[in-house]
């Protein structure tokens, strides 16, 4: 059972331009959802995340705009460089336990993402 | 750098046999996690441990087990392996407290290799 969906799989856009992936999930108990980035070799970073209270979230060139109503939320990736290039993952998690210890992260499948001069 | 330690980097070993992957959390993080990222099933959550208790367990097999000792290391420890457990494995750890305990921390990860 799929509760994150991601896509596109692959995206390539070119220097300057603006990457965007979307995320859409089923699971209406989830309350926080964070993006990964990761590099070749390395394990997922946090990048930035949102909880479903707040329709927008920016960082920097990073922005994640989340739709309640819709069940998706996405990130927006300004001025994409060639650093940029890596795979993305969106994540969703629920509440924890009464100790507010975190659950368990349910990923989506990723988005390569390449960047280009 | 996230702050969480993983070892080895690369394990390859041969069909049948055991393997232990040791993790270190951030300082100060009581839980930690495992995941398991392949090719085929992405990054599924394993199990889950919080102050050396078992918190939540994943799709994770009877022939792997974890614990968390005192000092909050974790090992993940597999068993009568198969060529399909060929995969890169995560550690990630979180805070015990209210507020930021949602923040995942992922470490370097060791690819174990079964042939």
């Known amino acids: 059972q799929q509760q994150v969906k991601q896509s596109p799989q692959s995206l390539i856009v070119q220097k300057g331009g603006i990457s965007i992936i979307n995320c859409a999930y089923e699971n209406t108990a989830f309350d926080y959802f964070p993006w990964y980035q990761q590099f070749p070799g390395k394990g997922p970073a946090l990048l930035i995340a949102i909880r479903p209270d707040v329709s927008e979230k920016k960082e920097g060139r990073f922005t994640i705009s989340f739709n309640k109503s819709a069940k998706q939320f996405s990130l927006h990736i300004m001025d994409s460089q060639p650093g940029d290039s890596a795979t993305y993952f969106c994540?969703?998690?629920?509440?924890?336990?009464?100790?507010?210890?975190?659950?368990?992260?349910?990923f989506g499948t990723g988005t390569r993402l390449q960047v280009t001069l | 750098d996230s702050g969480v330690t993983q070892t080895p980097k690369h394990l390859i070993t041969a069909t049948g046999q055991r393997v232990t992957l040791r993790c270190s959390p951030r300082?100060?993080?009581?839980?930690v996690y495992w995941y398991q990222q392949s090719l085929d099933q992405g990054l599924q959550f394993l199990i889950q441990y919080y102050n050396g208790e078992e918190r939540a367990k994943g799709n994770i097999l009877e022939r792997f087990s974890a614990q968390q000792f005192p000092d909050l290391h974790s090992e993940l420890n597999l068993s009568s392996l198969e060529l399909g457990d060929s995969a890169l494995y995560f550690c990630?750890?979180?805070?015990?407290?209210?507020?930021?305990?949602?923040?995942?921390?992922f470490g370097p990860g060791t690819r174990l290799t079964v042939t």
């Open positions: 994540a969703a998690t629920q509440p924890g336990g009464p100790t507010g210890t975190a659950s368990k992260l349910t």
């Open positions: 300082s100060g993080d009581l839980s």
């Open positions: 990630a750890s979180s805070p015990g407290l209210a507020g930021n305990y949602h923040e995942q921390y």
